[in-house]
Nanobody, 121 residues
Framework: QVQLVESGGGLVQPGGSLRLSCAASGSIFSINVMGWYRQAPGKERDLVATITSVGSTNYADSVKGRFTISRDNAKNTVYLQMNSLKPEDTAVYYC???????????????WGQGTQVTVSS
């Protein structure tokens, strides 16, 4: 059973910073792409950033230059450093990982439970 556990959300003032973490655990053979998505109230879940196993990254235009995604493959963990936060960054942030449990199995997308980020003065 694979689990993704997120941490690091909270309340921050505009212009502030937060760092999110997401650790994958359980039966894991390999992890390909890991990423972060977010969902604001009344809106769809949108891509924030992704990172491949070799470190190639992709960002939504709205966060480029402010957010940085990174990962520690030895710890099966992905991070999201968020700087210069704006009220429009307020959302529930979800971790996503493409994981193969065994060397012979296909990979599936797993999701974390979500962590709330609120940017407000």
């Amino acid at each position: 059973q694979v689990q993704l556990v997120e941490s690091g959300g909270g309340l921050v003032q505009p212009g502030g910073s937060l760092r999110l973490s997401c650790a994958a655990s359980g039966s894991i053979f390999s992890i390909n792409v890991m990423g972060w998505y977010r969902q604001a109230p009344g809106k769809e879940r949108d891509l924030v950033a992704t990172i491949t196993s070799v470190g190639s990254t992709n960002y939504a235009d709205s966060v480029k230059g402010r957010f940085t995604i990174s990962r520690d493959n030895a710890k099966n963990t992905v991070y999201l450093q968020m700087n210069s936060l704006k009220p429009e960054d307020t959302a529930v942030y979800y971790c996503n990982a493409d994981i193969a449990e065994y060397h012979w199995s296909a990979s599936f997308a797993y999701w974390g439970q979500g962590t709330q980020v609120t940017v407000s003065s």
